[in-house]
């Protein structure tokens, strides 16, 4: 069974969160439990290994350069003005940077705007019936 | 907000003014040069967020054409190549909220620049597979902090979390990551 003593403190050691009475507190532990000292070179060696991997070059495809610059020919030059689609793709890309998201029951995750939007759409919908009813009371009081 | 701040040892070395200039006039020999010298590091980005050839593929692409629309908004604050690392960053996290798929564990795209050294026992199959095994909540944050070594607070930002949210989310991307990785070898017996 593992250690539970230096529970979280672990992983604010390699980030160099710790202080400094909390590094000697957790130096010294240390040296007498086997099971956060191999928790810690795991945990180290991870990040080495996860370093090394962000340092490697991978490659796309052959051609993929090609492809980009044949997607590149019916760009307008840069600086012109955009089409109205792409505009709106890219504002509702900042919308959903901006705003975040929803969990939901199983994991699935719902955009935040798009709540705004339905909230919204909900709205209109309801004030839509509200008017027609208004209208109708008022056409049959004449 | 903190700079991202790619390794120098894989990012390219910049383009030069003139170059870059000419680019962001719409000149396509100009931009096939900073396609071709930064393609590697784009698609690099795109695959370790992504976990799928094909989508890491498609944001990639993404992202050279928004660099191609907003070049001309380029200001020399950091270097280019930190500008576009940041670019593939943001691009690669809204295709990732948008459409990405499930990642795929059984491609392994081609390593450009000969085989890393990722520790004794581990070779790239093992970390590539570990990695897709992770949820995006745990996976993402984790490969931002300890892939890229983004500070905590440029993790928030990107991903729209609250920064105790995002450390618990790598803690624990790395606890799985550590319990994946234990029989294929990293151990830190060392």
Not at chain 2, 4 to 22: F, H, I, Q, V
Not at chain 2, 82 to 89: E, G, I, K, S, Y
Request: glycine share 10%; charged share 25%.
């Amino acid at each position: 069974m593992e250690c539970t003593h230096c529970h979280g403190q672990l992983n604010r050691y390699i980030d160099g969160e710790l202080g400094y009475v909390e590094v000697a507190e957790l130096q010294q532990h240390l040296g007498f439990c086997p099971d956060c000292a191999r928790e810690l070179r795991e945990l180290s060696a991870l990040r080495g290994t996860l370093a090394a991997w962000g340092g490697t070059a991978l490659a796309p495809s052959p051609g993929f350069a090609e492809r980009v610059m044949t997607g590149l020919a019916a760009e307008p030059a840069p600086g012109s003005p955009r089409p109205l689609g792409q505009v709106v793709d890219e504002t509702l890309d900042t919308l959903d940077r901006a705003l975040g998201h929803l969990p939901l029951p199983g994991g699935r995750k719902v955009p935040v705007k798009n709540v705004i939007g339905w909230a919204l759409a909900a709205i209109a919908l309801v004030e839509a019936g509200r008017r027609r009813g208004r209208r109708e009371r008022e056409a049959r009081s004449w | 907000m903190a700079s991202s701040n790619p390794k120098e040892w894989r990012t390219p070395p910049d383009p030069s003014p003139a170059d870059l200039a000419r680019a962001a006039a719409g000149e396509h020999d100009a931009f096939r040069l900073i396609v071709e010298r930064y393609q590697s590091m784009v698609y690099s980005v795109a695959y370790n967020l992504l976990g799928a050839h094909v989508d890491a593929e498609d944001a990639a692409q993404e992202v050279f054409l928004r660099c191609y629309r907003t070049l001309p908004q380029y200001r020399r604050e950091s270097s280019f190549s930190t500008w576009l690392f940041r670019l593939a960053l943001t691009t690669s996290l809204d295709y990732q909220r948008r459409e990405r798929r499930r990642p795929e564990p059984a491609e392994l795209p081609d390593v450009a620049d000969g085989a890393p050294g990722l520790g004794e026992g581990v070779d790239a199959r093992t970390l590539v597979d570990a990695l897709a095994e992770l949820p995006d909540d745990y996976r993402t944050p984790t490969v931002l902090r300890d892939v890229y070594g983004l500070p905590y607070q440029e993790i928030a930002d990107l991903t729209g979390r609250p920064l105790g949210t995002v450390k618990v989310m790598v803690h624990r991307g790395r606890a799985a990551l550590r319990l994946r990785l234990r029989a294929g070898g990293v151990r830190g017996d060392a």
